[in-house]
């Protein structure tokens, strides 16, 4: 059972380039979350799907795109990287019923933007 | 609108000796509140949480919590800690236990030495 599985794991981008993290769980989980973790900043959530067909925007969504391809698939992209947006990024998912379920993580991807 | 407030950013504690985490928050309405732990090149796992009913609550690895709505207070407690929970420590709060989204606190790294 993979769990959630981010990829890439590493990335370099320069300033001005375009990526798209991908995600996909294998858990049949209703909900997806895309966060970024900064030193001393804990998690700050960028965007959520509740659902397969919808999308919402977290506590910094600037930069940011999301795209829920399916129930299994929720990819990031970053349209211009700029070094502010040098993180880990983390997906996550819930099974069904909110915030008292589990958050399941991805192991992350660190994106470095030069 | 909900806060968390991890006091420490670093704690260093002997293997064997007790430790204590400590978490705040602030919320206008009912809470719920967790604790998440992030091994080195990991993504979170909760540890434990408090949805209602008795305020010490038991987690997995030994640790624990109380939730004390007078101090506003969420520490985390284990009696013995062994070098494995070596980790990053969050704590999050939600006012809504539908709801899609947590607020993550700044993390406390737990450095354990021999």
């Given at each position: 059972n993979a769990g959630v599985t981010q990829t890439p794991k590493f990335q370099v981008l320069k300033t001005g380039q375009s990526m798209t993290l991908q995600c996909a769980q294998d858990m049949n989980h209703n909900s997806m979350y895309w966060y970024r973790q900064?030193?001393?900043?804990?998690?700050?959530?960028?965007?959520?799907?509740?659902?397969?067909?919808?999308?919402?925007?977290?506590?910094?969504?600037?930069?940011?795109?999301v795209s829920r391809l399916n129930k299994r698939e929720f990819s990031l992209r970053l349209e211009s990287a700029a070094p502010s947006q040098t993180s880990v990024y983390f997906c996550a998912s819930i099974r069904t019923g909110g915030i008292v379920s589990p958050l399941h993580f991805g192991n992350g991807t660190r994106l470095t933007v030069t | 609108a909900q806060s968390v407030t991890q006091l420490d950013s670093q704690v260093p504690v002997f293997e064997e000796a007790p430790v204590e985490l400590r978490c705040n928050y602030s919320s206008s309405v009912s809470v719920y509140l967790f604790w998440y732990v992030q091994y080195p090149n990991q993504g979170l796992q909760l540890l434990l949480k408090y949805l209602s009913g008795s305020t010490l609550v038991k987690g997995i690895n030994g640790f624990e919590a109380e939730f004390n709505k007078s101090q506003t207070s969420f520490h985390l407690r284990k009696p013995s800690v062994h070098i494995s929970d070596t980790a990053e420590y969050f704590c999050a709060v939600s006012d809504d236990q539908g709801a899609q989204k947590l607020v993550f606190g700044q993390g406390t790294r737990l450095t354990i030495n021999p």
């Open positions: 900064d030193p001393g900043m804990g998690l700050r959530l960028i965007y959520y799907s509740a659902s397969e067909g919808t999308t919402d925007k977290g506590e910094v969504p600037n930069g940011y795109n | -």
